[in-house]
């Protein structure tokens, strides 16, 4: 087994994807994967033991809801943020002006990390193994750009599925194109594909103090849920 990159630690049922934490090579990403049971508190000391052989000095999870979040604290891991959670129940999608969309390749990888440098302060920016990491963390995922005229990229979208719940993974538009409609068709965008796929919720997170994206996403028909996400840190020590 390596965590050099991106990885799977497998103990009997239980599963968590590995990598670096936005490319800081002492910090590892630990994400429970879709599917898999809830990670143990065994399990968990499991992990923290073999990234500490690997180099690792902390580790940050993927955003956890509550009931995930029991064995991690009892692990050893804290809180390092709170998010806002909110879901579109699917039955009436929102509809967005025209814009150019097309799909992500990875020639676009530059591009799409220049937009998304600007648009997240630095703990929450994305290296190329994050972007990899992100279309990679649901068995199914849609991967979207923005451009304007010219063919510049000035925004993205990574929707993901697992079964019947979606997820929008990821979504940044460049500060100075916002407000022209270019969020709005790529979320839109992704909910019609996650519909089409019999998807009956979706569900994004973000930061609460983040009110242009929470104006965003309750514009289009997302509802914030009475119990949000954190994200969990733990040193490996």
């Known amino acids: 087994m390596s965590v050099a990159n991106v990885d799977v630690i ?36 499991h992990c923290l033991g073999l990234l500490a052989e690997q180099g690792y000095d902390r580790v940050m999870t993927s955003a956890l809801s509550p009931g995930e979040e029991a064995t ?45 440098r600007v648009s997240f302060s630095p703990f929450w920016q994305l290296d190329g193994p994050g972007l990899a990491d992100a279309i990679r963390a649901t068995p199914r995922a849609r991967y ?24 929008l993974q990821r979504l940044a538009v460049d500060p100075a194109c916002r407000r022209a409609g270019a969020g709005t068709a790529l979320v839109v965008d992704g909910l019609r594909w996650l519909r089409r796929r019999g998807v009956d919720r979706a569900v994004v997170n973000t930061q609460p103090e983040n009110q242009a994206a929470l104006d965003l996403y309750e514009q289009l028909g997302f509802r914030r849920q ?12």
């Open 72 to 116: 991690f604290f009892a692990a050893g891991f804290s809180v390092h943020e709170r998010l806002e959670l909110l879901a579109h129940d699917m039955r009436r999608l929102p509809k967005a002006r025209p814009q150019r969309l097309r799909r992500g390749l990875r020639a676009d990888q530059a591009n799409v990390l220049a937009v998304d």
């Open 144 to 167: 979207r750009l923005a451009v304007d005229d010219r063919g510049r990229v000035v925004g993205y979208a990574i929707t993901g599925r697992a079964g019947r719940r979606g997820y």
């Open 226 to 237: 009475p119990i949000g996400l954190a994200v969990l840190t733990a040193g490996t020590a």
């Open 10 to 45: 497998r103990w009997g049922r239980e599963r968590v994807r590995i990598s670096p934490w936005r490319g800081d090579a002492s910090t590892a990403h630990l994400a429970p994967l879709p599917g898999a049971p809830v990670p143990s508190v065994a399990f968990l000391r």
